[in-house]
């Protein structure tokens, strides 16, 4: 299933290059369930001779502030059509590598899962174990993989993006091997499509440059490209503003080459595809290495525990408690 508003701007995109009024396009591009409320109240705020751009501003919650930026660039210069279009290239990416996160996420889970039951049951078995003792274990080996995970989103969820906890965090993320790397990549691929994006829709760079750091997510590369809307600002190369030594050379290279043929807009889209296609590669590569990880664990403590029930009935019946 594709993304409801990844699906909607590709809908209004049609329908504004073909001509259609905004009001009207919004009423018959809008779906059911909360997107489609949603715009309807956008098409009805514009029958009240209300601009798409104030109606979006009055719900800028349901917004991020990239779309704010594109919408009002879009209708300032006559582009809707090409922005809706952009934007629904942006929500088609942002839900492939969801799914692939959440699809890999099935298959560790279910081990997990199926290794909290199975991993004590020699000793439940074998080792004496009654069933209280036997449920103590499956909750405190679940308990050692979500207490973790509830730590992170606890982090995630309720901290600040650019709070400290949460740069930690994104530090210690990048340093996970092959996670660290698709990370990264990500987090590379989502700043040059926001600031091609904006840059192709109209806004001054130093703008777009601003929306892009925002996009990025990560800290740690979000840290390192910063430098490129400071140096923007005082007048020189974006590139020359970035902290290289946490940055890929080709990165550099491309976006150099961008500015130096006056078309950097072009450049930063062409980065966001690769670095976006090595992101999926890399998360790909995690969800394939992670089942295979926690198998080899399950086969590990199965056979602990297995051991340690022989263990116990032979000093049973040799006479040793």
Avoid at 5 to 25: C, M
Avoid at 83 to 90: G, I, N, P, Q, T
Avoid at 115 to 131: E, H, I, R
Avoid at 206 to 213: G, P, V, W
Wanted: some cysteine; proline content about 5%; charged content about 20%.
């Amino acid at each position: 299933m594709s993304d409801p508003r990844s699906h909607l701007y590709h809908n209004l995109s049609v329908l504004t290059a073909a001509g259609v009024p905004i009001g009207r396009a919004l009423h018959t591009a809008a779906p059911q369930g909360r997107f489609g409320r949603l715009f309807r109240a956008l098409a009805e705020d514009i029958s009240r001779a209300c601009t798409l751009t104030e109606a979006v501003e009055h719900r800028r919650r349901h917004f991020n502030p990239l779309e704010v930026a594109l919408i009002r660039v879009g209708e300032d210069t006559g582009q809707l059509d090409e922005v809706f279009r952009m934007l629904a290239e942006w929500y088609g990416f942002r839900h492939r590598l969801h799914r692939t996160i959440t699809s890999g996420l099935i298959l560790p889970l279910l081990l997990i899962h199926a290794a909290s039951v199975l991993a004590p049951l020699p000793q439940l078995v074998l080792g004496g174990w009654d069933v209280a003792a036997y449920a103590r274990a499956v909750v405190g080996f679940l308990a050692g993989f979500y207490v973790p995970a509830a730590v992170v989103l606890g982090i995630v969820c309720l901290t600040p993006r650019r709070g400290p906890l949460r740069a930690v965090l994104d530090a210690l993320v990048l340093w996970v091997p092959v996670l660290g790397g698709a990370v990264r990549d990500l987090a590379l691929s989502r700043y040059s499509q926001a600031f091609g994006m904006a840059l192709k829709a109209g806004l001054p760079i130093a703008q777009a440059a601003t929306l892009a750091e925002d996009a990025a997510g990560n800290a740690v590369v979000r840290s390192a490209l910063r430098g490129g809307g400071e140096a923007i600002r005082q007048g020189r190369e974006m590139s020359s503003g970035f902290l290289r030594r946490l940055l890929p050379s080709e990165f550099i290279a491309v976006w150099e080459v961008g500015e130096e043929a006056g078309a950097l807009d072009d450049s930063a889209v062409r980065l966001g595809g690769v670095y976006g296609d090595r992101a999926e590669e890399g998360l790909r590569a995690v969800c394939v290495w992670v089942p295979r990880l926690i198998y080899l664990a399950v086969v590990l403590v199965l056979a602990n525990s297995v051991l340690a029930g022989f263990a116990r009935v032979h000093r049973v019946s040799v006479g040793f408690p």
